[in-house]
């Protein structure tokens, strides 16, 4: 396969032509530094949470800060940093603790060191009033993307991971955001339990209706040590397959590149002290690329049936070459079928994906 400017002087002229996104990338900061709060300011713990293990940091609020700190000051000033408080509920956190993080933040920004920030947070956990003295607290101080761990918004689905809220509290909870004139991003959690495929591509739909800054998937798994292992081992809970992962996955990232939010995770981060004590669920070292490929297969079909008639060529960004065809070439035969084999793809230099017909004859 080649490599070719998406525009080119020697290139054939086609009669017909599609061009589609094919995902866009969320360009914040040259390094994100994760501050992580397990467990800080949760209420409860719900059934598939081990934020502990999911991070591999204790839950030492001031220690955590304080490695942090020491991080910032080796960092040579040029690089362009991004601060997130992960884990916990962040806007839950003791007030001492939260003007702490906050004051950490402000230090830095204030320095040039840190050029935007962000932190994680439920939809129920944002005060009352529009907007609230919490989230007026977090954009004085310059944070400006706050997460929020919707996880769904199925009441039913809520009401098994005992999360507290129901679908209207966690939509609500998506609008005060940027109603307080900060960024949202949405958390959603696929194959929990009272998740199906259908009712997650729903969760997705209503996600982006919301016109979040980003979105994140975390397929369910199963860690020991939470609510969800002893369903699983009882028999009341089963996990998704990695195969019905990927399909709803790859539906649920080609819906978002067609509205153009995107997608800044696809799996659980790796960390050894997690994947020691996970048990079952959809776990793959490139599970992320599996879907990836999924996502970018859906979507030049939709092209194509868009297209009319035979393809020509199909021009992606080099971004894609690295997964398009699956795991051990898993998807050259679905790409054949659609008369699209390696010769017909031309890799470039653009961000959108060009699929053209047949080239012109005189």
Same mark, same amino acid.
């Given at each position: &396969?080649?490599?070719?400017?998406?525009? *080119?002087?020697?290139?054939?002229? #086609? *009669?017909?032509?599609?061009?589609?996104?094919?995902? *866009?990338?969320?360009? %914040?900061?040259?390094?994100?530094?994760?501050?992580?709060?397990? #467990?800080?300011?949760?209420?409860?713990?719900? @059934?598939?949470?081990?934020?502990?293990?999911?991070?591999?940091?204790?839950?030492? !609020?001031?220690?955590?800060?304080?490695?942090?700190?020491?991080?910032?000051?080796?960092?040579?000033?040029?690089?362009?940093?991004?601060?997130? #408080?992960?884990?916990?509920?962040?806007?839950?956190?003791?007030?001492?603790?939260?003007?702490?993080?906050?004051?950490? $933040?402000?230090?830095?920004?204030?320095?040039?060191?840190?050029?935007?920030?962000?932190?994680?947070?439920?939809?129920?956990?944002?005060?009352?009033?529009?907007?609230?003295? @919490?989230?007026?607290?977090?954009?004085?101080?310059?944070?400006?993307? +706050?997460?929020?761990? @919707?996880?769904?918004? *199925?009441?039913?689905?809520?009401?098994? /991971? %005992?999360?507290?809220?129901?679908?209207?509290?966690?939509?609500?909870?998506?609008?005060? !955001?940027?109603?307080?004139?900060?960024?949202?991003?949405?958390?959603?959690?696929?194959? &929990?339990?009272?998740?199906?495929?259908? @009712?997650?591509?729903?969760? +997705?739909?209503?996600?982006?209706?919301?016109?979040?800054?980003?979105? %994140?998937? $975390?397929?369910?798994?199963?860690?020991?040590?939470?609510?969800?292992?002893?369903?699983?081992?009882?028999?009341?809970? /089963?996990?998704?397959?990695?195969?019905?992962?990927?399909?709803?996955?790859?539906?649920?990232? %080609?819906?978002?590149?067609?509205?153009?939010?995107? !997608?800044?995770?696809?799996?659980?981060?790796?960390?050894?002290? #997690?994947?020691?004590?996970?048990?079952?669920?959809?776990?793959?070292?490139?599970?992320?690329?599996?879907?990836?490929?999924? /996502?970018?297969?859906?979507?030049?079909?939709?092209?194509l049936r868009r297209l009319?008639?035979?393809?020509?060529?199909?021009?992606?960004?080099?971004?894609?070459?690295?997964? &398009?065809?699956?795991?051990?070439?898993?998807?050259?035969?679905?790409?054949?079928?659609?008369?699209?084999?390696?010769?017909?793809? !031309?890799?470039?230099?653009?961000?959108?994906?060009?699929?053209c017909g047949p080239p012109?004859?005189?």
């Amino acid at each position: &396969m080649s490599v070719m400017p998406l525009f *080119s002087p020697f290139a054939p002229h #086609f *009669s017909r032509e599609a061009v589609f996104p094919v995902g *866009s990338r969320l360009r %914040r900061a040259d390094r994100i530094l994760p501050v992580f709060l397990p #467990f800080a300011g949760c209420p409860g713990r719900c @059934v598939f949470c081990a934020q502990d293990r999911q991070t591999g940091s204790g839950g030492d !609020v001031d220690g955590n800060l304080r490695a942090a700190a020491a991080l910032l000051d080796e960092i040579r000033p040029e690089q362009s940093i991004e601060l997130a #408080f992960y884990g916990g509920t962040f806007t839950a956190l003791p007030a001492e603790q939260r003007k702490k993080a906050l004051a950490l $933040y402000t230090r830095y920004r204030s320095s040039g060191k840190v050029n935007c920030g962000r932190c994680s947070t439920r939809p129920d956990a944002l005060g009352a009033g529009t907007p609230s003295a @919490v989230l007026r607290e977090l954009a004085e101080a310059g944070l400006d993307l +706050v997460e929020l761990g @919707v996880q769904s918004f *199925s009441d039913t689905a809520l009401h098994l /991971a %005992r999360r507290g809220y129901d679908g209207t509290g966690a939509e609500a909870g998506c609008r005060a !955001v940027p109603a307080a004139g900060l960024k949202l991003g949405i958390q959603l959690l696929p194959g &929990m339990p009272g998740v199906t495929p259908e @009712v997650f591509l729903h969760d +997705v739909d209503r996600a982006l209706e919301l016109r979040p800054a980003c979105l %994140r998937f $975390y397929p369910c798994l199963v860690p020991e040590g939470t609510e969800l292992a002893g369903m699983w081992r009882a028999g009341n809970y /089963a996990p998704w397959t990695e195969e019905k992962t990927v399909a709803a996955l790859g539906e649920g990232l %080609r819906r978002a590149w067609e509205a153009g939010v995107p !997608v800044i995770r696809l799996a659980v981060a790796p960390e050894p002290v #997690f994947d020691t004590a996970l048990l079952a669920g959809p776990r793959h070292p490139a599970l992320g690329g599996l879907i990836r490929a999924e /996502a970018l297969l859906r979507t030049t079909e939709r092209a194509l049936r868009r297209l009319g008639g035979a393809p020509g060529r199909l021009y992606l960004p080099r971004a894609c070459q690295g997964y &398009m065809y699956g795991h051990k070439g898993a998807l050259r035969a679905r790409w054949a079928a659609l008369g699209l084999p390696p010769e017909r793809i !031309v890799f470039t230099a653009g961000e959108d994906a060009r699929l053209c017909g047949p080239p012109e004859t005189h």
